[in-house]
């Protein structure tokens, strides 16, 4: 029967872990990530109860990627970071030609934060940059300036293997004009990845309570796809291959951790409001702090959603984040994975977007024209009907 034989382990041995420190700053006003901002006393308990989540894996468990995001894991200072890349080196052995990522923001990227992180064998650090302009950074609330950025770029690079930058386009008042300069002060930097995103307003938010208020206007929809369509121009002419949807990198440069999300593999994830997913199993933990480490130290478990898919939701699922890889949908791993044929569940859709020409079907893969990219979140919607 469709969906039910054995699967392809991908889904069923997590090889990736991610570990979510959620301490920052401030809150900037249009995060909606699991933040803790302004209470740093907090930081050595929540390190206890981490080692307690962690230990509840009862043996080391090897790991080819690791992912510590968040939040700001450089806000630790630096006994908590050489604490914390500690105890991950313990529970998360990092399996040779390992990719190890550790978030950082420009302001807290000092040198002997650099040199724990180098020596505790970390390839990459994707900076929150978000942007060079000082007028954008004050609307995003971010603490950094420019020169933060340089700096950092300029430093981390001597000690770590590959920087990425994070930047935002599409912020209330900014022009092309802004995000091309943007693009080529990163592109100056000399650095391997860079993923772009679109400004969101999630709810609840401060920037959503502002745009509700009639205090901030979104960009109109047109310029915020000439800025997206620029990026995929630009970063492309200089060498970057648009491997994702959101992401660019230079040959060799990808970041493999989140392949595996966009290949919906299983992968481990510990800390504040931390996800994972193994065996079409996924789960997640609390976001609320007192909760996290109550439940840790007293050795429950600190998940509060638990939800296993059906093998037709998972084959869904997996359809959907495959189709923002630049290789798109590939039948035969897709059969494979999934134990669904492409076209028995997807096939009058996938031919009614080949037409719009926002698919392109080779008959051996299925992925999206630069038109598709353009709309890619409506497409998504468009399967899952
Ligand atoms: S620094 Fe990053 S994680 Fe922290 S509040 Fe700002 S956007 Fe969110």
Not at 106 to 114: F, V
Not at 159 to 183: E, K, M, N, Y
Request: net charge negative.
């Amino acid at each position: 029967m469709k969906g039910t034989r054995q699967l392809d382990s991908p889904w069923l041995h997590p090889r990736a872990a991610y570990v979510h420190i959620p301490f920052c700053l401030q809150h900037c006003s249009y995060c909606d990530f699991a933040v803790v901002a302004g209470r740093d006393e907090r930081i050595d308990e929540y390190l206890d109860a981490l080692g307690c989540e962690l230990r509840g894996l009862q043996e080391p468990h090897p790991v080819a990627t690791l992912f510590v995001g968040g939040g700001t894991p450089t806000h630790l200072n630096c006994v908590q970071l050489e604490r914390l890349l500690d105890l991950l080196a313990t529970w998360l052995p990092l399996e040779p030609g390992h990719e190890y990522t550790v978030e950082a923001n420009p302001e807290t990227l000092t040198d002997d934060r650099i040199a724990l992180l180098a020596s505790h064998a970390v390839t990459r650090l994707s900076l929150g940059a978000q942007s060079f302009s000082a007028r954008v950074l004050t609307a995003l609330t971010r603490s950094h300036h420019a020169a933060d950025i340089r700096r950092s770029v300029t430093r981390a690079r001597e000690r770590i293997d590959t920087v990425s930058l994070d930047l935002i386009f599409g912020v209330p008042g900014t022009t092309l004009a802004d995000w091309r300069q943007d693009l080529d002060e990163t592109l100056s930097l000399g650095i391997g990845h860079v993923s772009t995103y679109g400004l969101t307003y999630e709810k609840g938010t401060l920037l959503w309570k502002q745009k509700r208020d009639g205090q901030v206007h979104a960009l109109d929809e047109q310029t915020e796809l000439t800025m997206y369509e620029h990026s995929m121009d630009r970063l492309q002419s200089a060498g970057f291959e648009h491997y994702e949807i959101s992401s660019f990198a230079r040959p060799g440069r990808r970041c493999r951790h989140n392949q595996v999300y966009w290949a919906n593999h299983a992968y481990l994830g510990f800390g504040l409001g931390a996800a994972r997913y193994v065996n079409g199993t996924r789960e997640v933990n609390t976001r609320d702090l007192a909760t996290y480490l109550d439940r840790c130290r007293s050795g429950r478990s600190p998940t509060m959603q638990s939800e296993t898919l059906s093998p037709l939701d998972r084959a869904r699922e997996t359809l959907t984040v495959q189709l923002r890889r630049a290789e798109g949908i590939e039948r035969m791993s897709f059969h494979a994975q999934t134990g669904f044929d492409l076209d028995e569940l997807a096939g009058a859709t996938i031919r009614r977007l080949v037409e719009l020409a926002l698919l392109a079907d080779n008959g051996i893969s299925v992925r999206l024209t630069r038109r598709g990219k353009c709309v890619a979140d409506s497409l998504t919607l468009e399967f899952l009907k």
